[in-house]
């Protein structure tokens, strides 16, 4: 993620020509609340595709398409959603090949029918593996429909009957995106480089799905910039935000490029202060250093000696230590079915609630079916009977 920096100085370089306010984009994204809040949460690998979506948008203005590709493939592996912001560097690259074949020489026009073919190709490909990868591999994967769809159960219960609904009822539409809570929200995106991005809206184009997707869900967990939802937002936030300083530049030549230096000194380190996460800030995050899990040790220690081949259901605040497995559940999905049920019951914002997640221990202590087998302060264990009396003595201990 700190790699982010760099490629937002580059991309200043390029578009404003001078290393002072690009030095200052720079440090403004290693100030942003939107990406200190994506790196303290629970890794997500979609968190990484701010750094490569950056590096994808200054290596395709620089018409390196080598790289340009590379880091195209390298953000779009991220999610799922991806796929469409890349197919939107499709279309611009094949509308701007059509658009110079009506002034070009003959010469050229087969160069530029072949920049228009790749440009179409990157489109339709792209959309059609996000097509597949919702409606086909997901919900094949999962036995069940993308989880995602639940969010948006106001507008349908199916990729396509979403999308039609959103444009065909855009009263509503408009309606949620301009809620409180939604306002807000983008007030916390662009606020931190004090509206710059409004300035030159273009490259919000490629921020759009997720803008969508993030306000018009009835999961407010996606209208907050306290996880990782924000990361494919924030580099079009700061790509627009630089092209808004040259647009200002352009109309208004007689402001020197220092007013806007310290105009975005100041909104960095005011957003930063007031919104963010870093210590010494209002809303300091520093839990993870002064109140560290005392059972860490013992419960890596613990799920590294699990068996590859049980199936595993766990809190959230234990998942991200168990994704690389084949199987597993958040609870309280999995109860009854997972061979391995693991509990850190120390979670202020557990599913459905802490309560719940207690209750649901004591149930399992009266199961049949089940077995505790270990418990270390909040750290709880189960496994099922069958599969604890199985296993020897020295699997056991």
């Not at 592996?77 to 890349?86: A, D, M, N, P, S």
């Not at 339709?124 to 069940?144: D, E, H, K, M």
């Not at 806007?260 to 919104?275: E, G, K, R």
């Amino acid at each position: 993620m700190g790699f982010g920096a760099i490629f937002v100085y580059l991309l200043s370089l390029e578009i404003l020509k001078k290393k002072n306010i690009s030095l200052v984009f720079a440090i403004a994204f290693l100030l942003s609340p939107a990406v200190s809040y994506s790196n303290l949460y629970d890794f997500h690998p979609v968190t990484l595709a701010t750094t490569f979506l950056l590096a994808t948008t200054y290596f395709f203005i620089k018409r390196k398409y080598l790289f340009f590709i590379f880091f195209a493939l390298l953000a779009a592996l991220t999610k799922e959603q991806v796929w469409v912001i890349i197919s939107i560097f499709g279309l611009i690259f094949a509308f701007s090949a059509f658009k110079d074949l009506i002034t070009s020489k003959e010469l050229k026009k087969q160069a530029l029918f072949l920049k228009a073919a790749f440009g179409t190709l990157i489109f339709v490909l792209c959309v059609g593996i996000f097509y597949y990868l919702v409606s086909y591999a997901i919900p094949n994967a999962r036995g069940a429909e993308h989880f995602a769809l639940s969010y948006y159960s106001d507008f349908g219960n199916s990729p396509t009957s979403i999308i039609k609904n959103i444009i065909l009822e855009p009263g509503k539409t408009i309606f949620i995106i301009f809620s409180p809570s939604k306002i807000y929200y983008l007030y916390q995106m662009f606020a931190h480089l004090g509206f710059l991005s409004f300035f030159s809206p273009l490259f919000l184009i490629f921020a759009l799905p997720d803008l969508l997707i993030n306000t018009l869900s009835n999961n407010s967990q996606l209208s907050q910039i306290y996880y990782q939802y924000t990361a494919t937002i924030t580099p079009f936030v700061f790509i627009s935000a630089i092209y808004g300083v040259k647009r200002l530049n352009k109309f208004f030549p007689k402001i020197p490029l220092s007013f806007y230096i310290i105009f975005l000194s100041f909104t960095v380190f005011y957003s930063a202060y007031t919104i963010g996460p870093l210590p010494g800030t209002l809303r300091q995050s520093i839990q993870m250093f002064n109140n560290p899990v005392p059972e860490k040790d013992i419960i890596n220690n613990y799920i590294e000696h699990i068996g590859a081949r049980y199936s595993i259901a766990a809190t959230n605040n234990l998942g991200s230590h168990l994704s690389r497995r084949q199987k597993i559940y958040t609870i309280p999905v999995g109860i009854g079915e997972a061979d391995v049920i693991l509990f850190l019951l120390n979670d202020k914002f557990a599913q459905p609630s802490l309560a719940a997640q207690i209750e649901i221990v004591d149930r399992l202590r009266r199961d049949k079916n089940y077995v505790q087998v270990f418990k270390h302060g909040d750290f709880v264990v189960f496994e099922k009977k069958n599969l604890y009396l199985e296993k020897s003595p020295t699997e056991n201990k």
